[in-house]
């Protein structure tokens, strides 16, 4: 076993060596150690700090096995900075290592999960900081374990990155009061059954910079405002909400965020009254998929540099404003959103992905393309959203949007159906596109395939103003925004 570790492990460490190499290298070595009546541990000789960064590249539970390598590998696991515990399947692998952890230790008794290879891999661990420790609890895990024992344990070893997920069968906890005072976290991922209470405690995370809420509870709607204004320096917030979380009015105050994601999806039918509020002089990025939340407000004017919109309440219009300076915008266009279109100009937009759903979505197309003189690359993405219930109107517009005879030079259309108006619509961009490069259509899976050729042909045929514009295909057509 050592020497097929040691090989696995040289390889990872040569970062030049295939699969297929390796094991050519391990039939010649196993020849030239029965020939030689051994053979050398040159990996074993490296220095602890080395082979530190070497297990940095393996799975915790094949990290914590090497223990059993030799008395050389007894201890060098204990040092290695970074702990990931996934339980989301029953880990029948981490109880023998639980087992193993025991025996050698001196506790013999038989594990029922992977709480002993949890607790004791913790116990023995002695790297000076603990730089990561990601863990994900499944539904079979026991509910009767004191889970927050672990993560006081991660705040006194000064954790960095801190990653909790509890899916158990069991009710929401709270997390020790510890963690929402500490002083090196940097990076914290709550997720499912976590009870987010620090409504009356002290929270300060003064380091804290990228914070994801998945699905979590909150005790009130003070828990999250205390939450988010002890981040003094917080750049990045993800938030996915669950039914019945406490919260009917989400406010988000932090003046120095630069990134929001926020996904709200709600899956019984009972208005509450839901808002987002949010206060962020710095917001650069925005991506919001709520199809639940009556209003949305965004104060202090932030200019934004990327929005991904999916929304099915109406935008009040400091929504619309703060979209104005965006450089990437990916839109769901439904009835909601076609206001933005009307009352926007996007003086910067290079760059905008649609996916349209549930309307004649030409006309807000035109409107989009007339408001956007900048705009270079465009995607329609109907792969999602077919909308064969709502026939198409196509009206060619009067004037020539200014992007289409300045700056347009990518085109794509996913899920391309090949109707009447569809070609009318391809064949007005084709016609006044001067700029035009490159072109990718994606047929639409309702096509059947007799008329696949004929629908290609039609487009191939089709007139370009730009002579040098690529036409391509593709069942699965990429979107090339970034």
Known sequence: M?????????????????????????????????????GEDRISALPDDLLVRILLLVPTEDVVATMILSKRWRFVWTMVPQLEYNDIEYGTRKICLGGLLG????????????RRFLTESMRLHKAPVLETLSIELGPHFPVAVNVKMWIANAVDRRV???????????????????????????????????????????????????????????????SLVRLLSS???????????????????????????????????????????????????SLKKFFISDGWTTSCSIENKPRLDNARIYIWFDPDEEFMRSLSSVV??????????????????????????????????????????????????????????????????????????ECLSTNLEVFEWAGYGGTTEQKDMVSYIFANSKCLKRVGISLSSTCKRKDRKKIMKELESMSRISTSSQLLFSTQLKFTCC
Request: net charge neutral; charged share 25%.
């Open 2 to 38: 050592l020497g097929r570790f040691l090989l696995i492990l040289g390889s990872i460490w040569l970062g030049r060596i295939s699969i297929q190499s390796a094991r050519q290298f391990g039939k010649k070595r196993a020849i030239r150690c029965r020939r030689n009546g051994g």
């Open 103 to 114: 025996f050698l230790f001196g506790k013999s008794e038989r594990p029922q999960s992977i």
């Open 160 to 222: 960095r990155e801190l990653g909790f997920a509890l899916k158990w069968s069991g009710g929401p906890i709270s997390l020790p009061k510890s963690l929402y005072m500490c002083e090196t976290i940097e990076h914290l991922h709550l997720s499912d059954k976590v009870y987010v209470d620090v409504s009356s405690s002290p929270v300060c995370l003064p380091f804290l910079t990228s914070l994801e809420l998945v699905s979590v509870i909150y005790k009130d709607e003070d």
């Open 231 to 281: 981040c003094p320096i917080l750049k990045s917030l993800h938030v996915m909400r669950r039914d019945k979380d406490n919260v009917t009015k989400f406010s988000v105050k932090v003046p120095s965020l630069e990134t929001f994601m926020y996904n709200h999806v709600a899956s019984f039918i009972e208005d509450v009254g839901e808002s987002l509020v949010i206060d962020s002089a």
């Open 328 to 401: 990437y915008l990916e839109l769901e266009l439904n009835v909601a959103t076609v206001a933005c279109l009307e009352a926007i100009i996007f003086s910067q937009l290079t760059e905008c992905k649609i996916r349209p759903c549930e309307l004649d979505w030409f006309e807000p197309l035109v409107l989009l393309l007339q408001n956007s003189p900048k705009l270079k690359v465009l995607v329609i993405d109907q792969v999602l959203f077919r909308n064969e219930d709502f026939p198409l109107s196509w009206n060619q517009p009067s004037s020539v949007p």
